[in-house]
């Protein structure tokens, strides 16, 4: 397999964010992920892919202290997750990282305002500030008209775009999207990842996705693609068109041989 590394300008002018080195997890006997070493920079818009079976979700669930690794080590911001403890780790999440996932868990009961604003709230921030940033990403993510409604009250691209918005609300230092077109239609998908590409541009947010979709991860500036547990192949976009991206995706999909899921 290829390993397609061309026109890397300014990926490695960056801090990394994520880096991890050797790392397994095991369920039982059962090897899911073997050997991975990978570096996240600042600022990058990366897309993980592989069949099904992987290992993509267990990959996002384990750099994200969402599950612990079997065996290596992950630094996120330079910081060892083998240093922190339960407590430190949950902390470490609210106030670095960001989640956006395909079923949005919203909570029905708040509005769609009140669920933006909700991580900002649960660590005190004073209500200038959240409204200052709310109004930000309302604007970004075309919100504006629908903050005072509840999420069934909407559709799910606008669910989607909320549980955007909730993710971004902190200024998290890396957002993890895990299969976040997965429930919507071709518009809506495409509306998301549009934001989500804006997002990442204009104000340098760090997105890691997992995707099965090709047309999905052409949004981004590098995929990652695994096979049995193991990164076999890179592809970064550079400077050619995301059409062009996205022939060399489907392409180095095929070679995988699994298709989409």
Known sequence: MESSK???????MNMPIIRAQNVSKNYGKTAVLRNIDLTVNEGEFTAIMGPSGSGKSTLMNVLST???????????????LLSLGKKELRQFRQERMGFIFQDYNLLDTLTVKENILLPLSLRGFKTAEMEKRLATLAGALQLEAILDRYPAEISGGQKQRTASARALI?????????????????????????????????FSTTILMVTHDPYAASYCKRVVFLRDGSIVNELYAGDQSRKSFFDRILEAQSLLGGGRE
Do not use: K
């Open 170 to 202: 902190a200024n998290p230092a890396i957002v993890f999207a895990d299969e976040p077109t997965g429930a919507l239609d071709s518009r809506s998908a495409t509306e998301l990842l549009e934001e989500l590409a804006s997002m990442n541009g204009r």
């Open 6 to 12: 061309g026109n890397e300008r300014g990926n490695h």
């Open 66 to 80: 969402i599950d612990r690794f079997s065996g290596g080590e992950v630094w996120l911001q330079q910081q060892s």
